[in-house]
DNA sequence: CTGTTAGCGCTTTCAG
DNA sequence: CTGAAAGCGCTAACAG
C-alpha cells in the first residue's frame, strides 16, 4: 500500500539493480545493457514511478525550467510576447515559472532571489527597465539572462527602436499634411517613452516644428490614460487643437479615439490618431499604429535564452527588430 | 572568491553559529535569541546569502508553488482567467508555474509527471476536460486539484453552466422574434458545445422549434471557425438563411461578423449575432454576448487551490459561477 | 535557545 | 556495464 511514495529505491529493489541503474536509464544513459534497460522500464510502468524532479534538479544542479520576468502581468504587450514565448518553448520539455515583478518595488533584490533560487535555469526580464547600477549588480551573476524589450550591451538583449517607431509615425503624420501634432505619451520616467518623446521631437524640428508643450502629455500606457489625457487637450480652446494625435500605445489610442467618439469628431477627417504596437484590438478598431514585433521578440528571446544555457553564446547576443507602419483607417 | 556559492554552512561559519540556527532565522523560527538572529541577519546580507529553493523543498516536501494546466496557451479566456489566478496569488509568496498541455497529447500521463514530479503543491486545470477514467486515475493522487471551467463531484470544482448561458441567448434572441436561428458550435467533442448545444435545443423546443441541421455547425472556438462556418450557412438558398446566429465563443462571434460585413448583410437587422465568454474585444466589437465571469473563475480556482493545499477544506468545494446576458448591438 | 545528525530523492564519480 | 557511496543544500527532529 506504499501508493504514492514509490522512490527510485523501490524500482531498484523490484528490478534487483541498483539505484545508480535506475538512475540511468532515467536519464537515457546509453551504457546499460538492453535487456537491463527493459526490465528496469517494465518495472517503472508496473509501479508508475514518476522521478521527482526537485531532487533529480538539486542532483544534477540543474532546474529545467526557466523564469519570465514581467512588470505587469498579461497585458496586451505580454500576452503577445508570451504567444512567442511559448511556441519557443513549446518542443522542450522546460517548464515555464512566471514571476511578476511591480515596477515600484525592490526589483533587483526579487530578481536576486530569483537567481539565486535555482529554480530556473536562465531568466527572460521583458520590458524591466531597472536602473544602471542595478544592471551591473546582476552582471555579477551567472545565470543567463536576456534582456528582452530593452538595449543594454553587457547582456543578451533584443529591443526595438523606440525613436525609430516614434519617427516613422510623425514622419507619416507630415506627409499627410499634419502640422500640429500632439503627443500622447507614457510614463514619464519609462525609456520607452523617454525615446519615443526624442523620436517625435527629432523629426518635427527636421521640418521646423516643434511640440507645443500644451500637446504633451505622460500618463501610463493604458486605455484609461488616453482617454483621460485626450479630454484635456480637448479643454484646450479649439484652436490649439491638434489635427493629428500620435499615442505612445494601442491601449492609449484606443482611449483617445473614445474621449473623441464622445465630443463627436471625426477621425481622421478632423483629428488623426497613431498608436504604438499593433496589438490585435488594434487591428479590429483599424488603427493606424506603429507595429512592434512582439510575438517575435518572445520566441527570439527564448531561443536566445537556450542557447546561452546550453553554452552555445560567445558573446552578447544583441538584435533589434524592425518595426513597421499599418495604415489603418484613423490616420 | 567564492562568489555565488556561498550556502547555509558559509553563513553559519562565519556567524559561528550550526547550520541549524541559520535554517531558523530562515524560517522566521520564534526560538532564536534575537541578538543570534540579528548576527545571522547580519552574515547574510554581507554574503548576499540567498537560499536554494530546490534544496529547501526537497527537504521540507512542499514547493511553493503551484501549476496551471491550460489546454491551448493564452487566448483571450485563459488571458483573463490567468488574470483572475495572478491577482489571486499576488500576496502569496508563491511560484505559478505555466503547462500547456494539448488536448490531443496523452493528457493525464502528463499530469501525473507533474503530480509526482513535487515541484508544485497544487494544481489548477483550465477546462482540460479529460475523461472519466482519466479522472478516477487522477483522484488517486493525494495532491490538490481544483478544476476550473469544468464540473465534477470528485473534485473541488468551480463552473459555468454551459446549458443556462447557452439558453439565456436562444431566449433572448427568440424574445427579440426570432424563429430561425443558426448555432455555430466549437469542437463537436467539447462537454462545453455538447451542453450548449442541449440548451439551444431545450429552448427551442420548449417553443415548438427546431434547430434545421443544416444551421448547425461544428468547429473549434476560433475567429477563423465563426468565418468559415457563417460562410457555409449563407451558402444556404436564402430563403434557408437564419434571421440570427448564436455562436458558442466571442472568437466565433467576431468571424461570424467578418463574414456577414463580407457579404454586405446588416447586423442585427439582417442577421443579428450573440457571442459567448464576453471577453474584451466583444466589449469594442459591441458585441451582444453572454458573459462568463473568466476573471472571477481564475481569482476563486486560486483561493480554493491554497485552502485546499493549507487542509482547509474537508468537502470538495463545488460552485457554479453566475453567467449574464450582455445585450449591445449585435442582436 | 542552539548544535548535531539524519534524511529529502536523485545524480554522479569511482571501483570493479 | 553496474553497484556502492558521496554529496546537492536545506529542514527537522533530538538532545542538551
Do not use: C
Not at 60 to 83: M, R, W, Y
Not at 259 to 268: M, W
Not at 308 to 330: D, H, S, V
Amino acid at each position: 500500500m506504499a501508493k504514492d511514495k514509490v522512490n527510485i529505491y523501490d524500482v531498484a529493489a523490484k528490478a534487483e539493480v541498483g539505484i545508480g541503474t535506475v538512475s540511468r536509464v532515467l536519464n537515457n544513459s546509453p551504457k546499460v545493457k538492453t535487456e537491463t534497460r527493459t526490465k528496469v522500464l517494465e518495472v517503472i510502468k508496473e509501479l508508475n514511478y514518476r522521478p521527482n524532479k526537485l531532487a533529480q534538479n538539486l542532483a544534477s544542479q540543474k532546474a529545467n525550467a526557466i523564469g519570465i520576468i514581467v512588470p505587469t502581468f498579461i497585458d496586451h504587450f505580454f500576452v503577445e510576447v508570451l504567444k512567442g514565448i511559448q511556441a519557443a518553448l513549446e518542443a522542450e520539455k522546460i517548464d515555464l515559472i512566471l514571476y511578476k515583478i511591480d515596477k515600484d518595488q525592490a526589483m533587483l533584490d526579487k530578481i536576486l532571489d530569483i537567481v539565486h533560487s535555482k529554480k530556473v535555469d536562465g531568466i527572460v526580464a521583458v520590458t524591466m527597465d531597472i536602473g544602471e547600477e542595478d544592471y551591473q549588480q546582476l552582471l555579477a551573476e551567472e545565470i543567463p539572462i536576456v534582456l528582452a524589450d530593452e538595449k543594454n550591451d553587457d547582456f543578451h538583449s533584443i529591443y526595438l527602436n523606440d525613436l525609430k517607431g516614434a519617427e516613422m509615425a510623425i514622419q507619416y503624420l507630415l506627409a499627410q499634411g499634419h502640422q500640429k501634432i500632439a503627443f500622447i505619451n507614457g510614463v514619464q520616467t519609462s525609456q520607452h517613452g523617454i525615446r519615443r518623446l526624442k523620436g517625435v521631437k527629432n523629426i518635427l524640428a527636421k521640418n521646423d516644428l516643434v511640440l507645443e508643450p500644451e500637446l504633451l502629455k505622460f500618463g501610463d500606457f493604458k486605455t484609461e490614460s488616453g482617454y483621460k489625457l485626450m479630454l484635456e487637450i480637448l479643454d484646450l480652446p479649439q484652436a490649439n487643437w491638434p489635427t493629428a494625435v500620435f499615442a505612445a500605445s494601442d491601449n492609449q489610442a484606443i482611449g483617445i479615439l473614445e474621449a473623441l467618439k464622445e465630443k463627436n469628431i471625426k477621425v481622421p477627417a478632423e483629428i488623426a490618431v497613431v498608436g504604438y504596437d499593433n496589438i490585435e484590438l488594434a487591428e479590429y478598431l483599424k488603427i493606424t499604429t506603429v507595429w512592434q514585433p512582439m510575438y517575435k521578440l518572445g520566441y527570439l528571446s527564448i531561443e536566445v535564452l537556450l542557447k546561452a544555457i546550453r553554452g552555445e553564446l560567445n558573446n552578447f547576443y544583441q538584435t533589434e527588430l524592425e518595426l513597421k507602419l499599418i495604415k489603418r483607417e484613423t490616420a
